[in-house]
């Protein structure tokens, strides 16, 4: 066997086998010299850098948890559910029949809620607005001023929303404030409710006026919200509980940067207010507003009523005190306070000017004071024959003047016409026949005349459920001695004399005669006159139905007041009286009575109070005339004027008639 052989036979032993596999593996595990360098170094520097950016992130952490945590806690805690309240839109006004007087408009209003807007950003939040609200570019400096007012004027802590524009009629403006909301945080369009004054001028002085939550409101009444309107005047200040409603809320989510989404969360809508129902009926109202207007008009173009600028009507229902007509000129528009504008908002200021010498806000039904001249007469005979000094029939002299103490009285006419019973010296209104009644009434102990006249309620408030009503002023001895000094303190024969035929010291409101007239009509009730009748539930139906009002018995004689009824009949239809020229050809019997106060300097105030059908009256009005110069001609035309409609009968003489009272 050769040697090559041998050597391929031979077998490899486990040890030379590992070599062969150790020699495999040299590529892996190269030398230096190979061109490969070693992998510890670079790991190093990994860890290092990731060491170092762990560290950081870790830092930054740290920052944001215990450094910042508060500020970061509290801009979460801000972006949550906010509930914006939504105004409830007040009661309707309705008059007697329900023909609707003031009803709610709804209305877009633009608010910011200052929780929302940081204080750095603020002023160019309200320059922005400024610029989007204002209705032309010269405006803008007003409309931006007015925004910073209304934010200044906010109460402390922000915690309502500030009204900072309403009414906003523009879509384009309501759509670029939605679309660009990230550029006004805090600020929100939503929907809201407005007085709508349908009738304009009329009633105005019935219902008044609403406006915003003062801090003295809230104060006297918590459950007022500051974006509340409240009742200011009239019956909207008389019934604001009714009226007023629960306020609700709209449910927003709000961001940390103030901007505001939809949550999709429903919120809470308001509960709108109760309607109130009044006596008033609106056709007479108008018509008397109409009538009361013209007859003004007319006296002015009259040397006699030159000065006649102002003047009120008053219309009761003798059955039960319900007021159908309450009108006071000159008269105004309330929309001008609850619609926005620049032209609205000089007239309100106009309006509001105390140095306004027309003074339309001053309802003169109820608050002024006037003289009643001889509309004053029948209460001096009631209370002449209740205290026995004369009978209705017992003839008086009416001559044309009458000497007390020196002081000459003139009649309203020069011819004497001798002893005349009531009936007649009502009739033709005759001065000195009530002086000569003075005399007695000067030579009683204590104030009689007074005494009876306050029965009728006049000089003192009524009690009518309006706000604002004044007293007026019934004269008496210890009157005169409290007000004034010296000879004047004394109370004199002259004082009667001018009491008894409604002139000197004492002041009445027409509401006050009105009432009179209505118990002489009715047969001797006194009524609390009120305006409301009941309150309505949200669905029409009458839920509160509203008392009446105290009634009082004034247990006057029958024989004593038939006297008078007669003698008022007699001014309207006999053959010298006062107010026959108006009334004489109506249809309907009515009874009442003319009057002429003097106001010096201006011309004369005209009087005329009554009622119909004279004998079972259903309405007893009182009508004055300021500067109107004389009843019979001035002021009974407006009177005709309401018979006419409330009646629905023609006739009479709406011209006006006779000059003599």
Excluded at 372 to 382: E, L, R, W, Y
Excluded at 388 to 403: A, R, V
């Amino acid at each position: 066997m050769s040697g090559s052989s041998l050597r391929s036979r031979r077998r490899r032993t486990p040890i030379q086998r590992a070599a062969r596999g150790i020699s495999g593996l040299s590529s892996v595990a190269r030398s230096p010299r190979e061109g490969v360098g070693p992998i510890a170094p670079r790991i190093a520097i990994a860890g290092v850098l990731g060491a170092c950016v762990i560290g950081i992130l870790l830092l930054r952490l740290w920052a944001l948890t215990v450094i910042g945590g508060a500020e970061y806690v509290e801009r979460a805690d801000s972006n949550v559910i906010r509930k914006l309240p939504v105004v409830a839109p007040r009661g309707s006004i309705l008059d007697r029949n329900g023909r609707p007087i003031v009803l709610n408009r709804e209305m877009r209003q633009v608010t910011i809620d200052l929780q929302d807007v940081d204080s750095d950003r603020l002023d160019q939040v309200v320059s922005d607005l400024g610029r989007v609200l204002a209705p032309n570019r010269f405006e803008v400096s007003k409309v931006t001023a007015d925004i910073r007012q209304k934010i200044k004027n906010a109460p402390p802590g922000g915690v309502e929303p500030v009204i900072v524009a309403r009414d906003v009629p523009d879509d384009v403006i309501v759509h670029y404030l939605a679309e660009h909301q990230t550029d006004f945080p805090g600020v929100d369009v939503g929907p809201a409710y407005t007085r709508s004054y349908v009738r304009h001028e009329t009633a105005a002085h019935i219902l008044g006026q609403v406006g915003s939550v003062t801090e003295e409101d809230l104060a006297a009444h918590p459950s007022l919200d500051l974006i509340d309107k409240v009742g200011r005047s009239g019956l909207e200040r008389r019934y604001d509980e009714y009226l007023r409603g629960s306020n609700g809320y709209e449910a927003v989510e709000v961001d940390a940067a103030g901007v505001r989404s939809d949550a999709g969360i429903r919120g809470l809508p308001p509960t709108p207010g109760r309607n109130l129902v009044t006596t008033v009926d609106l056709p007479l109202q108008r018509t008397a507003e109409k009538a009361l207007a013209r007859a003004i008009s007319t006296a002015a173009a009259t040397a006699d009523g030159r000065d006649a600028n102002a003047g009120a009507v008053v219309a009761i229902d003798p059955r039960n005190g319900e007021v159908l007509t309450l009108a006071s000129y000159p008269t105004y528009d309330p929309n001008v306070f609850v619609q926005p504008g620049l032209k609205n908002e000089r007239t309100a200021s106009w309006l509001n000017n105390p140095n306004n010498k027309r003074m339309p806000m001053l309802n003169r039904a109820i608050m002024g004071e006037y003289p009643a001249g001889s509309t004053f007469k029948p209460i001096t005979a009631i209370a002449a024959m209740g205290e026995k000094f004369m009978t209705p029939d017992e003839p008086i002299g009416c001559p044309p003047n009458l000497e007390i103490m020196g002081t000459d009285f003139p009649n309203n006419q020069d011819r004497n016409l001798g002893g005349i019973d009531l009936g007649t010296a009502l009739e033709v209104s005759c001065n000195t026949y009530f002086y000569k009644l003075s005399i007695f009434f000067d030579n009683a102990a204590g104030p009689v005349l007074q005494k009876w006249a306050s029965k009728f309620g006049l000089g003192q408030r009524t009690g009518i459920d309006l706000p604002g009503e004044t007293g007026g002023l019934m004269p008496t001895p210890a009157w005169r001695k409290e007000t004034y000094d010296g000879f004047d303190e004394v109370w004199k024969p002259g004082d009667s004399a001018n009491l008894s035929i409604g002139q000197g010291d004492l002041k009445i409101t027409v509401l006050q005669m009105a009432n009179a007239y209505a118990a002489i009509g009715n047969g001797g009730t006194l009524h609390t006159p009120h305006v409301a009748k009941s309150i309505q539930d949200i669905g029409g139906r009458d839920e509160v139905v509203l008392p009446p009002g105290e009634t009082k018995e004034l247990n006057l004689d029958p024989g004593d007041l038939a006297a008078v009824h007669e003698g008022l009949k007699r001014v309207n239809t006999g053959g010298n009286g006062t107010a026959t020229a108006v009334f004489g050809s109506f249809p309907i019997p009515t009874a009442g009575k003319t009057g002429t106060a003097e106001k010096f300097p201006r011309t004369d105030l005209a009087w005329y109070c009554g009622y119909a059908p004279a004998d079972n009256p259903t309405i007893a009005v009182c009508s004055v005339i300021d500067g109107g110069g004389h009843g019979g001609s001035a002021a009974a035309p407006v009177v005709l004027a309401m018979y006419q409609q409330w009646f629905g009968e023609d006739g009479g003489n709406i011209a006006g008639g006779s000059a003599a009272d």
